[in-house]
């Protein structure tokens, strides 16, 4: 059977413990002499870039909502914008429809006064044509009747040869 000491195991021997000790110690003022004060320098330069960075993206994070906020603002001056030029525009449009409606209707009555000042021109001439035929006619009937002297019934007889007469013409 295998025999072990235990207690041997448990309990290091104190040359040992001595030698690591000062090994130990060697190496941690090494550490200390040669590359605590790079290696802190190192970390120190790392944790500044790192709060660098920390400050640099708050900082771009205010400009990122500022020219949100900056664009939110164009949009609602554009949106203003529009709203006002295309009331602009329906206020022209309808002035516009008024303007031509008004002109529509100016055009419109002085051409039914031409009308009707051409309707009465034309009245007045036929009017006058026939006043001037009638008197043509009565004239031209008075004619007949001096150069045919004769009675009552003659002259009715020649009355009624001529409106035969103009009606045959007519």
Not at 21 to 37: A, E
Request: glycine residues 2%.
């Amino acid at each position: 059977m295998i025999t072990i000491d235990v207690i041997g195991q448990l309990i290091p021997n104190p040359m040992t413990m001595l030698t690591q000790l000062c090994s130990t110690l060697v190496l941690f003022l090494f550490v200390k002499k040669f590359l605590w004060t790079s290696v802190t320098n190192f970390l120190n330069r790392r944790s500044e870039a790192m709060q660098q960075d920390l400050k640099d993206s708050a900082e771009a994070k205010k400009e990122a909502e500022a020219d949100r906020e900056a664009a939110r603002a164009e949009v609602r001056q554009a949106r203003e914008t529009s709203r006002k030029i295309l009331e602009r525009v329906k206020d022209e449009s309808e002035a516009l429809k008024t303007s031509i409606l008004t002109q529509a209707k100016k055009e419109a009555e002085l051409k039914m006064e031409a009308a009707e000042r051409e309707i009465e021109a034309q009245k007045k001439q036929a009017h006058d044509e026939m006043v001037h035929e009638m008197v043509s006619v009565a004239m031209a009937a008075a004619e007949k009747l001096i150069n045919e002297k004769a009675d009552a019934q003659d002259d009715a007889r020649i009355i009624e040869e001529y409106v035969r007469d103009v009606k045959g013409q007519a």
